[in-house]
């Protein structure tokens, strides 16, 4: 069997995704922009993520929303997500803590989602390191794969996939297109990452476990 290709870009005959509804009463974590509230969808152009920023066949940008699971999940797809594999101490610029929020949101349906788990991807016919391991060098094809997922799945409210940082934790992206803002509600306040000049508690003790410095 040939060794997978990280970002292989997505077939041209149909797609045999598996569909999961997931999501009432679940409590999300994000960790966002202070321009932004907790359960707005990002309507931007700009950005270089796994499956944003996303276009649908009129080239118009699908709004998208990022959550995890867990506190910790959120943390890690966002400030810490480029912290190396290596031993010993890592740095983490202080910058990346400036301006962003700690939230938690209730997702209050069961959302249609398409399952890019390990079972949902055999399904699917595509490894892990194809489209949800892949490094950023990537991004750029595996957009093209939420794109035609998109398109494919008119039914599809978003993604979820096992986080690539934490592995704890899933991950979700909600299209904003399908998603009614009835069916999300902000969970209490949202917290900075870092005030005063004082990072957040959260994030300074996921620092230690990481064994990260921040700079």
Known sequence: M??????????????????????????????????????????????????????????????????????????????FHDVPYKPGFKRVSIDRFKDKLTSTLVFLSDFQLIDLGKVGLRRLGVHPHELIDTTKAHYPETRRWAETLYSAYPQAHGLIWPSRQDDRARAVVLFGTRVKASELRPAGASTPLMENGVVHAGAMALASDLKVLIE
């Open 2 to 79: 040939a060794n997978p290709v990280p970002g292989t870009a997505p077939p041209a005959g149909p797609l045999d995704a598996k569909l999961i509804s997931w999501g009432a009463s679940e409590i999300m974590y994000r960790v966002h922009d202070t321009a932004y509230a907790v359960d707005l969808f990002n309507p931007r152009k700009q950005g270089n993520a796994r499956f944003s920023p996303i276009h649908d066949s009129a080239g118009e940008v699908i709004p998208t929303l990022y959550a995890a699971t867990t506190s910790q999940g959120a943390l890690m797809e966002t400030v």
